[in-house]
């Protein structure tokens, strides 16, 4: 019987993905965790761990070339997503995991103290009243909430210089037509996954920075 890591070791090599030495077996214990809180929390419509590798594991992995640290932060994390993974497979980015649903962190604070996670922190806040000490290298979202949206309440979240990550499905012409005016488009990406149909695109946005006087 094919274990779930030789599933994830399989599917990191179909993608290319390189992680850490202990990464996949990092995968593997999140997964298993994963599977058995959503049993009781409900945490994702995903039920299975071996669906979960490309659904999750390897969907939040495509994004990893365009995040930068060393300060990230994932908005609305839910069971961890993307936010898990890319600390998984960059261990020197610092990560904050920030949701609001007491059931959602009580499930984020058992992965990152099972697995010893020392690169993620969890903070368990509505991301309109989060008052960091510092800003952000890097905002990450997946399936939070409409991309204006996301930027009017998360993108102050990032310092002038940084960016803010939008995962979506298909591409969101009618959000990208109502941008907030204090932000600009850097990229969209599609996003090639070879365990799923299903298109992804990525959404780099950027503050709009006033020139600064020489």
């Known amino acids: ?5 030789a599933h994830i070791s ?8 390189e992680v850490p030495q202990d990464g996949i077996r990092l995968f593997g214990e999140y997964l298993r965790l994963l599977e058995r809180w959503n049993q009781t ?3 994702t419509a995903v039920r299975h761990g071996e669906e979960m590798i490309d659904r999750h594991v390897i ?5 990893l070339p365009w995040v930068r640290g060393p300060r990230v932060l994932d908005v609305g994390s839910g069971a961890g ?3 898990i993974p890319l600390a998984i497979a960059g261990p020197a980015v610092q990560m904050v995991l920030l949701d609001s649903n007491i059931k959602r962190v009580r499930f984020l604070r058992q992965v990152v103290l099972e ?3 020392a690169n993620i922190s969890v903070v368990r806040c509505r991301v309109e009243d989060y008052q960091p000490e510092v800003l952000f290298d890097s905002v990450v979202a997946r399936a939070f909430a409409p991309l204006p949206e996301l930027l009017r309440g998360a993108g102050r ?3 002038d210089r940084g960016r803010v990550l939008a995962m979506k ?3 969101p012409a009618s959000e990208l037509a109502d941008l907030p005016s204090e932000y600009r488009i850097e990229g969209v990406y599609r996003l090639h996954m070879p365990g799923l149909d299903a298109e992804r695109h990525l959404i780099h946005c950027a503050p709009n920075v006033p020139p600064r006087d020489n």
């Open 59 to 63: 969907d939040s992995l495509t994004i």
């Open 1 to 5: 019987m094919v274990t779930l890591d």
């Open 157 to 159: 979240l990032c310092h």
């Open 115 to 117: 697995l010893g996670l």
């Open 169 to 171: 499905g298909m591409y």
């Open 41 to 43: 929390y409900n945490l």
């Open 10 to 17: 399989r599917a990191l090599r179909r993608t290319g993905i």
């Open 81 to 83: 997503l993307p936010g």
